[in-house]
Each structure stands twice: as structure tokens, then as C-alpha cells.
């Protein structure tokens, strides 16, 4: 998903301007036109800015970030916090800018009424296929927190061998 700017005028004719997300420009254009407004400009912009780029908290999301999200959402499911309230504490408590930029995004997702595997499939280099796979059983089997264990586990092992390896 890439990030939109657009103006475009409303059936009233003042201007409006925002943000939105889309996979392709045609897609963002099509979204807006079936809101009725008539599109004057539609952009593609960055995901950050340029400050937020050079700063020491904007980095690619490490395995090790992964893991650590991975683990502490286990132990936010397991003290039976929402799903929701759960992806906010744990983007709150996130330092790396493109990963709280995400999980916000995720967030969003999730509260628009999008299943949790389908929001984190929306970042395929972030979250690989075994990674929604096993939350969306999860999910329809009402057993997230022990799938979110076991990709704990998997994890875990996986980060162990690949230090072995080197």
C-alpha cells in the first residue's frame, strides 16, 4: 500500500485536501470518484519525511523487531487485552518510526473491520505468509494466543539457528 495526497473539489465545490491509502494512483482515483468528488491533483508521497529518514529512530524493522512485537503481543493476548487496545500499547511503546507508522496503520485496519491477518498482510516484507497464516487460524479457531505462542517459538528457534549458522 502506498500513501496518497489529494485535492479534489466535493459536490458543494470547496477544495478539500488529505491522505489516503492505495495499492496503485488508479485505485486512490476510483476511491475518491466513488465519493463523489471531482479530483484536482493526486499525488504519491513518502511514507516519511526527510528528517524522519536520517533520524537514528527511522530503520528498517529487524527480525529482532519482529520477535519482540510477536512476543509481547503473546503476552498482551494472554492478560486478555483486546486486540486492538494491544496493537495500540505495543505501537506506543515502539521506537523505529517505519514499524509504529505500520502498526498504526494496522490498527486502522483492524477498526475498519478488516480480519487481523488480512491488516497484517498489507506489509508482506514485514510479516511473512507463515506469520498471517497461523493468526488467521488463529482467529477462526479462537485460539490466537496459543498461534501467537507457537510464531513466538518458531521465531525464537529461528533467530538461535541463525546465530549458530554465523
Known amino acids: 500500500m502506498a500513501l496518497f495526497k489529494y485535492e479534489a473539489s466535493n459536490p458543494h465545490g470547496t477544495i478539500i485536501s488529505g491522505q489516503m ?8 482515483i476510483q476511491t475518491l470518484e466513488r465519493q463523489g468528488l471531482v ?8 511514507e516519511v519525511t526527510l528528517a524522519e529518514m536520517f533520524s537514528s529512530k527511522y530503520r528498517r524493522v529487524s527480525l529482532k523487531d519482529l520477535f519482540l512485537f510477536t512476543k509481547y503481543f503473546t503476552i498482551v493476548l494472554k492478560a486478555g487485552i483486546p486486540v ?3 496493537l ?11 514499524f509504529k507508522r505500520r502498526l498504526s496503520r494496522i ?4 477498526e475498519s473491520g478488516a480480519a487481523l491477518n488480512e491488516a497484517f498482510s498489507l506489509y508482506p ?5 507463515i506469520f498471517c ?19 513466538s517459538k518458531y521465531m525464537e528457534k529461528s533467530k ?5 549458522i554465523k
Open 21 to 28: 491509502e492505495a495499492v496503485t494512483k488508479d485505485e486512490a
Open 39 to 46: 479530483i484536482i491533483k493526486v499525488k504519491r508521497t513518502s
Open 84 to 86: 486492538i487496545k494491544g
Open 88 to 98: 495500540v500499547i505495543l505501537r506506543d511503546q515502539t521506537e523505529n518510526l517505519l
Open 107 to 110: 490498527i486502522t485496519a483492524v
Open 125 to 129: 516484507d514485514l510479516f511473512p505468509p
Open 133 to 151: 497464516n497461523l493468526v488467521k487460524v488463529g482467529e477462526e479457531s479462537g485460539l490466537l494466543y496459543e498461534m501467537m505462542a507457537r510464531l
Open 160 to 164: 538461535e539457528l541463525r546465530r549458530k
